[in-house]
């Protein structure tokens, strides 16, 4: 089924947010605040998208996470803002006003990481594009900048290396775009997250009448999608055959003028 697209359905959108007592602003960082870019040490936050944060962060019935699956150092440092809660290995760790959250990682899964990125490193020697980003809690193999052609010989050796992990049931695989990643095999992920802070938010605030809205591009966030469902607004970014999401926005650019919309209709309450 097509989803319709946000902008299209905007007075919809805004009608949730009027009536809502509080909402909860969920942002993934690659492909939806910056364009996806070659290498993840080349996605850039523009001045433009920091100033609108930080923006959204003075709305006195607004609160702002950013979800990633960047590390949590890592994204902290590449949006610094305060008084934004930081999100980082897919819901692995979150760090932000009173809130901080570090999943334990055994001794022997970080030597299952070790053991594959060893294995990895070996097909590097042949596929010198192959980018391994280690963020202690998950391990995420990168393939953008690999050829084409090269992808179908290039998954089959990263799932023959990582067969006993998921057989033995020691570690997930999900595939994003261009990027594999690994993480423990727990229930947890992007959508628990979400589940966990809206809890937090809600005993904090003394309501439940906080509107979620979710917007991400990634397969990872359909987790967060399938959390959230109606109770909220969820927005997948990009195209997509299926997904769990309400909405879906085109690109970086539709997301920045979507949230230009809520800080309207925010000012526009506050009066």
Request: charged content about 30%; aromatic content about 8%.
């Amino acid at each position: 089924m097509k989803l319709s697209s946000a902008t299209v359905k905007w007075s919809a959108i805004e009608k949730r947010l009027k009536e809502a007592e509080y909402f909860y602003l969920f942002l993934d960082y690659d492909g939806t605040l910056t364009p996806i870019a070659a290498t993840p040490q080349e996605a850039v936050l523009s001045p433009e998208v920091k100033g609108l944060l930080q923006k959204l962060l003075k709305c006195p019935h607004c609160k702002l996470a950013i979800i990633t699956g960047r590390s949590l150092d890592d994204i902290k440092t590449r949006v610094a803002l305060k008084n934004v809660v930081y999100v980082g290995n897919h819901g692995f760790e979150i760090e932000g006003g009173d809130l901080k959250f570090n999943s334990l990682i055994t001794p022997k899964l970080r030597n299952i990481f070790e053991e594959i990125k060893k294995e990895v490193k070996g097909l590097s020697v042949e596929m010198k594009e192959i980018l391994i980003e280690d963020k202690r809690a998950t391990l995420s193999i990168h393939y953008r900048l690999l050829d084409e052609k090269r992808f179908p010989l290039f998954l089959k050796a990263v799932r023959e290396i990582v067969k006993p992990y998921l057989e033995q049931k020691e570690i997930r695989l999900t595939e994003g775009k261009k990027v594999i990643e690994l993480r423990p095999a727990i229930v947890w992920d992007k959508g628990e997250a979400v589940k966990w802070l809206l809890i937090k938010e809600e005993f904090n605030k003394g309501t439940k009448n906080i509107l979620p809205i979710y917007i991400g591009d990634d397969a990872t966030d359909e987790d967060a999608f399938a959390t959230i469902g109606r109770r909220g607004i969820t927005i997948i970014v990009g195209k997509r055959d299926k997904s769990k999401a309400q909405y879906c926005l085109e690109d970086t650019e539709d997301v920045f003028r979507f949230l230009v919309n809520i800080l309207e209709t925010m000012k526009a309450k506050a009066l």
